[in-house]
């Protein structure tokens, strides 16, 4: 059972609720991928004869033998990822699961050492790597650029594929925590039901029973019209720019719980002149990765590079709002997958304010502006997928200058939820005991409304403190709203 | 162009945040990128100005054998520890940092380090320090953290030396076997302990660091009283009784002086902290505190990409720096350039076996061509690679092959500058400190003035 | 095992000589098929044999021999047929197979014929060998080196050993001699049966040659890699433990002990076998060494090329070719075959004592093979990572259980090879204080950063039962045995790796300086004793108070 396509193809014919169960068991294995055959064919050249011709220069070429291109299609050698590894043990620093949970040995360990000991067909990796959260703060800390997440993801993946029962109650209950999009596509549909229901202790508590869902935490609540919803209703971009165009990467979130951010973005873009487009679209893959899932991950990969390859064709840079959905598309779409034009989406995906701080005049925009002194005083926390794609600043550097606004940063810690990771329950209190050093950060500081771009630490920052948290980019509307 | 600023440094290591909060106090208006965390973090955490004069004269152009295995025995008598480092530095070789930019320089250096980082030690004296090290010896060092300075072996009270089984990198009673061979004079004894319950084999420092700081319920009690009552039955385990406690460097990450002061008061002994390699505490919070001096500057940095081009005019003068966003470069100008991008461990000095280069600006890297000649057969010999890195003028502008200048309005520091041999030295703080601050000063001026000549 | 009172005396560690610095690899025979088929035949056998006796020690990783465009297809047919004459299962398979099977190889190499090819650990072997001779009553002298072979009356009767400087563990005095009496002495001194034989007043003309094996970080390879044409340099990749061994080249030299390390063989082996593997000449190379072949052939053969001398073994009964009884050498051969070379000296020995025992070693295990295959349930146990624990019963075959179950914390020494306390301490108390021996047995430095974050973890297991000083010394020794092989890959990552060791053992560590070495008189009250307090107002050099509330100066 897939799940569903665009929204409006699903409206035309709404689909029956299916069981989650159901769902799961209809994974493709990883092992029906077959490397091996792709592998001798990566270039879709059929090898030469045995008749001794003459090699050509590209076959020597050290840099063809990358292992996303020579194990496409399939699990990955990642083995010599630990050449670049010179043991500083920087990641183990910077890991905040390591600093709270006493089985979790480590993004060293995790990454280069366990793979350098692996042979090619042991399967034994470490059960510890499904602790790993994937905030990706080792990639950041890493000086020798070891290619850590990558190793970790490619490892969390076979483990999930070789030596984790499918019936188990982890892996159900991670593969729906995996697959928010679908639930959330279902579940927007009738939104004040579904919020209703999900409000109710005893679901929270049936989640803990039956899954492993954590209880502490409120599910969040779905829009009554998603963004795409308020597109198609508004009857899509208000303008035409050939020259200037933007494809909206909207993610989950945007679309079925935060709709108002998706409408900041289009409110912003289109203030500069850009055209927006809003191509067909699916999940950034982010808690897929977490969770092992790479083969979901890979199937919605499939539509995203599709459809925003055509939108980069036509002339579009792909922006996306969420930053943990364009480190993927940045990032682990590139590391993990061989596709058409993968390359490309990486090179021309940015995160919204990233890009109109390289684009247009920000400062100049923001010169005249005025903020409410009371109301505009905001608790900033740089999301981890942030800091990896150099953007930890951005907001605090944008903002400062704003008159009458005050912004903060509340540190360089974690918040803690990293996705999937704070939503489990065996996970739940080493995620608060992460978060602990930015609620303190956040009390502290003047502001009690927090602003951060990732949804989950929104969700964390909220929990922590009961602050309000907001987007940058919908602060960024409004403040430049009152400049005109 | 939409990201410009007077100043821009390249590179977040000591000597990249020196030079940017020194320009920023000349008035300029200043940016600071680093692709990575700065390597403070696999450092001790201490602060070296000039601890030697090393032996120098083993011979490079030895075709190795394997007889020959590196002549431990003949390796000569270095010069130190030294007590005081400043009249040191005219003993130098020529085209050492030191000597080009003057002792002068390294006082301003630590002057300013001192105002940036106010939780060291060791400014009441222009004399260095005698620290504990982790394998056993004593180093010297100028300046060292609050957390540090109980252990100083120029003190003479009893100390205690304590281990965690769980941490291979050292064994305390080792430790204090091999302090009383460097002649200490103090009494001094090592234990071992398991640490309580609750805290795994292979645990990472920072997961210790993190249940004291929290004060963590670890089996029932406090992280710090479980820590104080498995140490307490062992002060008696030195003559005269242990006056103060040495632990594996630690002991908390934000509140590490809280840990210590109720550690010890607890034990009635002062409770310090010995610096270790990596992964170093002590590193990571000089690298926490000395950012924490960037912003309070008003410097403005980013973290995360990775320098990857340069666009220059007809006469050399860098106008940006091309910065790869995952797969897009975008410009960054700025008027003065500070490039301080590490050495061989920092990766600001890249190599393969045709050559050593500097991957970012392409700075020219003197070296001997045949690559046999980087290296000595005695591992603490004068090994050639240590000292590799740019050449420049006293402005600290990069030279080129042919001794000119390369980019009229670049300044290196730090660890990408060649000439010196810091490991040897203990020095390699003190050189980023040094040309930190006058690379700094320099490219301020050339914002300021406009003038490069 | 047949009754002998045997002592064996090795000058250095055992695996001091050429077996100590050999490729890994277990042939199969394949390497001999088309030119030296009587050693092709006699490896293929052993090589199964090893297989069962010796299982902890062996790796089973298969062996291919790859065609390039460029290689003769009439001797890639002969490497066939010699496979198939010699009784080594060999099959062809095409180009697209062999890269389904090995993905980094080359993609224009054509095809490439299978082999038994595998994997062999020589020091865990030799051990095992060592141990499996105590357990039967053998004495074993490491450090012990011949200086003089008796001879009275026109026969050998025994000989004299000096105990090295150093710990080791026959419990001699360093300096003192020994005169062993004996009924039979073996020579079996590899490239050094010359040397020994001379002090009998004999000739043995050894030839002693040269090759060079680059190790790389990782394993690119997990099966054995031939080129397929006639033996020449730069020819082979053998996985071995974590890493692949690159090898590698045929000199002649006068001295196995000393000769030139040269840089155009390390780097004719990246350049070479990248024709193979291409991604080699990117990757990491951690270090270099050199090994000597105990090459020998009969007076009067008169080869001129190393590469040309037979590697087929010969037992040389100095009674009958010298007239001088009570002594025969065994030289020539390969480590694959040292089993077969073993008995027939052995019941070449056996016959001159009139002991009638025959030889068992074909078939019963070794102490570490019995039993292996119940580890895999039992790693659980253990409390370790599960990698760590595979590569930790690996080594240690069926002692795993014995060694690993400890009482206390059992923390990772080396993280690059996943050593554990418990591994190093069992090493150390078969070995002494000798960190380079301990390292052989359980690869500790032997991976990623050779050493630098591990030797002095390794040295701080010496605590509490060897001094401050034995330890330094051992520390040292290590750390400098480590830097021999690295100078051979200083560039890339590596150098960058020998700087970040160079700054944690000089700079953080000040081992380069250590004043306990040097005997140097450090005048501490010349330093800082630390910042005046309201105790202590004046520091020692007359610096002010800062007037700062401080508790610990």
Redesign the interface.
């Known amino acids: 059972m897939n799940p569903p396509p665009d929204e409006e193809d699903s409206r035309a014919a709404p689909r029956p609720r299916v069981p989650p169960t159901e769902a799961v068991l209809s994974e493709p294995s990883l092992s029906d991928l077959d490397p091996?055959?792709d592998?001798?064919?990566r270039w879709g050249v059929t090898?030469?004869?045995?008749d001794?011709?003459?090699?050509?220069q590209?076959?020597?070429?050290?840099?063809?033998?990358d292992a996303v291109d020579?194990?496409s299609g399939g699990a990955l050698?990642l083995?010599?990822g630990?050449?670049?590894?010179?043991?500083?043990?920087?990641c183990?620093?910077?890991?905040p699961v390591?600093?709270?949970d006493?089985?979790f040995?480590?993004p060293?360990?995790q990454g280069?050492?366990?793979w350098?000991?692996?042979?090619?067909e042991?399967q034994?990796?470490?059960?510890?790597i499904m602790s790993c959260s994937n905030c990706m703060r080792c990639d950041?800390?890493?000086?020798?650029?070891v290619p850590l997440s990558q190793m970790h993801n490619e490892a969390r993946g076979e483990y999930v594929a070789e030596q984790m029962s499918k019936l188990s109650r982890e892996y159900v209950r991670n593969r729906i925590l995996s697959n928010y999009r679908f639930f959330a596509g279902i579940g927007s549909k009738i939104p004040r039901v579904t919020n209703f229901i999900t409000g109710l202790g005893v679901t929270r508590w049936a989640g803990e029973k039956l899954l492993g869902i954590t209880s502490e935490r409120e599910f969040p609540a779905f829009a009554t019209e998603t963004f795409r919803a308020w597109w198609q209703d508004r009857g899509g971009a208000a303008i035409e720019n050939p020259d200037k165009r933007v494809a909206y990467f909207h993610g989950c979130y945007s679309n079925f719980n935060t709709p108002e951010v998706g409408k900041a973005m289009v409110r912003v873009f289109e203030s500069f002149g850009y055209e927006v487009l809003v191509p067909p679209q699916k999940c950034s893959g982010t808690p897929m990765f977490a969770n092992g899932m790479v083969a979901d991950a890979r199937r919605h990969a499939e539509t995203n590079v599709r459809e925003l390859v055509a939108a980069i064709g036509e002339g579009a840079d792909v922006i996306a709002s969420c930053t943990s959905c364009s480190l993927s598309l940045?990032?682990e779409y590139p590391e993990l997958f061989d596709m058409n034009g993968i390359?490309d989406l990486?090179?021309?995906?940015?995160e919204g304010l990233?890009y109109l701080?390289?684009?247009?005049?920000?400062d100049g925009a923001l010169a005249e502006a005025a903020a409410d002194e009371d109301a505009d005083s905001y608790a900033y926390h740089a999301p981890c997928h942030a800091?990896?794609?150099?953007?930890?600043?951005?907001a605090l550097?944008t903002f400062r200058q704003v008159d009458g606004m005050t912004i903060e940063?509340v540190g360089?810690s974690c918040s803690g939820i990293s996705g999937t990771y704070g939503w489990k329950t065996e996970k739940y209190d080493y995620s608060m005991?992460i978060g602990?050093?930015m609620f303190d950060h956040m009390e502290a500081a003047t502001g009690e409304t927090g602003m951060t771009e990732c949804p989950t630490c929104a969700m964390q920052m909220e929990h922590g403190t009961g602050y309000e948290v907001r987007h940058p980019l919908e602060v960024l509307a409004e403040t430049i709203e009152t400049a005109s | 162009m939409?990201?410009t600023s007077d100043v821009l440094v390249i590179g977040g290591g000591l000597a990249g945040v020196t030079a940017a909060v020194s320009a920023a106090r000349e008035g300029a208006d200043v940016r600071l990128i680093s692709h990575?965390?700065s390597?403070m973090?696999?450092a001790s955490g201490l602060i070296d100005a000039l601890g030697y004069l090393p032996p120098t004269g083993d011979d490079a152009e030895l075709t190795p054998t394997a007889g020959r295995t590196g002549a431990m025995d003949q390796r000569a008598t270095p010069e130190g520890p030294l007590p005081e480092p400043f009249a040191a530095v005219d003993r130098l070789p020529e085209g050492h940092p030191y000597r080009l930019v003057g002792a002068e320089a390294l006082r301003s250096g630590l002057a300013l380090f001192d105002e940036m980082v106010d939780s060291y030690h060791g400014a009441h004296t222009d004399r260095n320090a005698l620290v504990p090290t982790f394998g056993g010896s004593v180093k010297p060092t100028a300046r060292y953290p609050a957390s540090v300075a109980g252990g100083l072996a120029s003190d003479g009270a009893p100390m205690l030396v304590v281990g965690f089984r769980s941490l291979a990198a050292f064994d305390a009673r080792q430790v204090a076997g091999q302090l009383r061979e460097t002649g200490v004079p103090f009494s001094v004894a090592g234990r071992e302990l398991t640490l309580p319950a609750?805290?795994?084999d292979?645990?990472?420092?920072?997961?210790v660091?993190?249940a004291l700081d929290?004060d963590e319920r670890l089996d029932g009690t406090p992280a710090r009283a479980a820590l104080a009552a498995l140490i307490e039955p062992h002060l008696d385990a030195v003559k005269g009784g242990a006056a103060r406690v040495g632990l594996p460097a630690c002991l908390g990450d934000?509140r590490v002086e809280a840990v210590c002061e109720e550690l010890s008061d607890r034990l009635g002994a002062r409770v310090f902290e010995i610096p270790m390699g990596?992964?170093s505490?002590p590193g990571?919070r000089l690298s926490?505190r000395l950012y924490e001096s960037l912003?309070e500057a008003g410097v403005?940095?980013?973290?995360?990409?990775p320098v990857v081009g340069v666009e220059t005019d007809a006469d050399g003068r860098v106008d940006a720096v091309l910065?790869d966003?995952?797969?897009?470069e975008?410009p960054y100008g700025a008027d003065g350039i500070v490039l301080a991008t590490?050495g061989l461990?920092?990766?600001g000095l890249d190599s393969d076996r045709e050559g050593v280069r500097e991957p970012v600006l392409g700075c020219h890297v003197p070296h001997p061509a045949e690559r046999y000649e980087w290296y000595v057969d005695d591992v603490f010999g004068d090994q050639p690679y240590a000292r590799f890195g740019v050449a420049t003028d006293e402005r600290l502008r990069p030279l080129d092959a042919a001794g000119g200048v390369q980019f009229p309005n670049v300044h290196v520091a730090g660890a990408t500058l060649g000439g010196a041999d810091v490991a040897r030295e203990k020095s390699a703080s003190g050189v980023s400190l040094a040309t930190g601050v006058v690379a700094g000063r320099q490219a301020a001026k050339v914002a300021a003035t406009g003038v490069v000549g | 095992m047949r009754g002998v009172d045997v002592t064996l005396v090795e000058k250095g560690n055992l695996t001091h000589g050429t077996t100590g610095r050999m490729h890994g690899l277990l042939h199969s025979g394949g390497r001999y098929a088309v030119a030296d088929q009587a050693s092709a035949k006699e490896c293929v056998e052993e090589n199964f044999i090893l297989r069962d006796i010796a299982s902890h020690c062996v790796e089973e990783t298969g062996g291919l021999f790859v065609k390039?465009?460029?290689d003769d297809?009439s001797y890639f047919q002969a490497k066939l047929q010699g496979c198939l004459d010699c009784d080594i299962p060999a099959e062809v398979l095409?180009?697209?197979e062999a890269?389904?099977r090995e993905?980094?190889l080359?993609?224009?190499i054509?095809?490439a014929i299978t082999v038994p090819d595998g994997a062999v650990d020589p020091f865990r072997l030799c051990v095992a060998n060592a141990a499996g001779a105590l357990d039967h009553g053998a004495t074993v002298m490491t450090h012990a080196e011949v200086t003089d072979i008796l001879v009275e009356a026109g026969e050998v009767v025994g000989a004299e050993v000096r105990h090295g400087d150093g710990p080791r563990t026959s419990g001699r005095q360093p300096g003192s001699t020994d005169r062993i009496v004996a009924d039979h002495v073996v020579n079996a001194t590899g490239a050094w049966a010359g040397r020994v034989g001379a002090m009998a007043g004999v000739d043995v003309e050894v030839r002693p040659s040269k090759g060079v094996m680059t190790v790389m970080?990782?394993?690119?390879v997990?099966t054995v890699v031939n080129r397929c044409r006639p033996k020449g340099d730069a020819d082979i990749v053998v996985p071995h433990e974590?890493a692949c061994i690159l090898g590698t080249t045929d000199e002649e030299v006068d001295d196995p002990e000393d000769y030139p390390e040269h840089r155009w063989e390390v780097d004719l082996m990246i350049d070479t076998l990248?024709?193979l593997v291409?991604?080699?000449?990117?990757?990491?190379t951690l270090r270099s060494f050199w090994g000597v072949r105990p090459l020998y052939e009969p007076p009067g053969t008169g080869t001129e090329d190393p590469t040309d001398i037979t590697r087929d073994f010969f037992l040389l009964d100095h009674g009958d070719r010298d007239g001088l009884p009570g002594m025969t050498s065994i030289v020539g051969g390969k480590l694959t075959t040292y089993r077969m070379m073993a008995e027939q000296i052995s019941d070449h020995v056996c016959g001159k004592l009139g002991v009638s025992a025959a030889c068992r070693t074909a078939a019963e295990p070794l102490p570490g093979s019995h039993d292996i295959g119940r580890l895999h349930e039992m790693m659980d146990e253990f409390g370790l990572?599960?990698?760590?624990s595979?590569?930790s019963a690996q080594r240690l075959g069926s002692r795993t259980e014995e060694v690993l179950q400890t009482s206390g914390p059992n923390p990772v020494v080396c993280?690059?090879?996943?050593v554990t306390r418990a591994e190093v301490r069992d090493a150390i108390d078969d070995v002494g204080a000798e960190l380079n021996a301990v390292r052989l047995r359980t690869r500790a430095s032997m991976?990623?950063?050779q050493g630098?974050?591990c030797c002095h973890q390794i040295a701080a297991e010496l605590a509490p039962d060897h001094s401050a000083a034995t330890a330094r010394t051992a520390l040292d020794d290590l750390y400098q045995e480590r830097w021999k092989g690295q100078r051979h890959a200083l560039w890339g990552?590596q150098l960058?790796?020998a700087m970040?060791n160079h700054m944690l053992h000089a700079t953080s560590m000040n081992r380069d300086a250590d004043p306990a070495r040097f005997d140097t008189e450090v005048s501490y009250d010349a330093f800082d004793p630390g910042r005046p307090t309201k105790e202590t107002p004046v520091a020692a050099d007359g610096g002010r108070p800062d007037g700062s509330e401080d508790r610990w100066r």
């Not at chain 1, 630990?82 to 920087?90: E, F, L, R, V």
């Not at chain 3, 291409?278 to 990491?284: D, N, T, V």
């Open positions: 091996v055959a592998a001798a064919d090898t030469t004869a045995t001794g011709g003459t090699s050509t590209d076959s020597l070429d050290p840099d063809n033998y020579v194990f050698d083995r010599d630990s050449d670049s590894c010179y043991k500083c043990t920087s183990n620093t910077s890991c390591a600093e709270v006493d089985s040995p480590g060293k360990f280069p050492e366990q350098r000991l692996k042979r090619k042991d034994d990796i470490d059960e510890s950041s800390a890493c000086p020798s650029s940045r990032q390359d990486a090179a021309h995906t940015y990233e701080r390289i684009h247009e005049d920000l800091r990896n794609q150099g953007l930890a600043r951005q550097e940063d360089d005991a602990e050093e | 939409a990201i990575k965390h390597t973090q696999q609750g805290l795994a292979d645990m990472t420092p920072t997961r660091a993190h929290r934000e990596p992964p505490l990571l926490d912003d403005r940095y980013e973290t995360g990409n910065v966003r995952k797969g897009t975008i590490g461990v920092g990766k | 390039r465009p460029e297809e095409t180009g697209r890269r389904a993905p980094y080359a993609d224009d054509e095809k970080n990782t394993r690119q997990d974590t990248a024709e291409p991604i080699l000449k990117k990757a990491r990572r599960s990698p760590v595979r590569r993280g690059c090879e996943g991976g990623t950063c630098g974050f990552e960058s790796q970040l």
